[in-house]
C-alpha cells in the first residue's frame, strides 16, 4: 500500500478524447478518476452485477436513466444500482469518481434503444 496522485495512476482514452486514470483496478473495486471535455457522452448502457457512484469533482455531470436525467455539481455523488441503464453526459468540461462493486470489466451491455 502506497499512497498515489491521480495523475500518477495507469491511463487510458475513452471515445477518443475522454481519459481515465485506474486508482483501484480489482475484480472486487473499481475506482476510476475520468475526465470528459465539454460536450460529450458515453454510451448508454447498464451492468448486470456492478453497484456505480459517480461523484463530481468539477464541472457538472448529467446521468441519464430510462427515467430521468440527474444533474451533479462538485461535490454530489449518486448511486446507479445494477441493472439500471445510464448515460453519463457533460456541457463543461468535468472530472468525476466512479466507484464499481464489483469491477464492471466484462459486466457491460450497451443499449441501442436509449438516446438521452
Given at each position: 500500500?502506497?499512497p498515489i496522485?491521480?495523475s ?7 471515445a477518443?478524447?475522454c481519459?481515465?486514470?485506474?486508482l483501484?483496478?480489482?475484480?472486487e ?6 475526465r ?43 448511486e ?30 450497451d ?6
Amino acid at each position: 500500500m502506497n499512497p498515489i496522485h491521480w495523475s500518477e495512476a495507469p491511463h487510458y482514452l475513452w471515445a477518443g478524447d475522454c481519459e481515465g486514470w485506474r486508482l483501484c483496478d480489482t475484480p472486487e473495486l473499481s475506482v476510476i478518476h475520468e475526465r470528459m471535455p465539454a460536450g460529450r457522452s458515453e454510451t448508454a448502457h447498464r451492468h448486470g452485477q456492478a453497484r456505480q457512484v459517480f461523484r463530481c469533482l468539477s464541472g457538472q455531470l448529467r446521468i441519464a436513466t430510462r427515467d430521468t436525467i440527474h444533474t451533479l455539481s462538485e461535490g454530489q455523488s449518486l448511486e446507479i444500482p445494477p441493472g439500471t441503464w445510464h448515460r453519463a453526459h457533460c456541457e463543461t468540461e468535468t472530472t468525476f469518481l466512479v466507484i464499481s462493486a464489483p469491477s464492471t470489466r466484462g459486466d457491460r451491455e450497451d443499449a441501442a434503444g436509449m438516446t438521452r
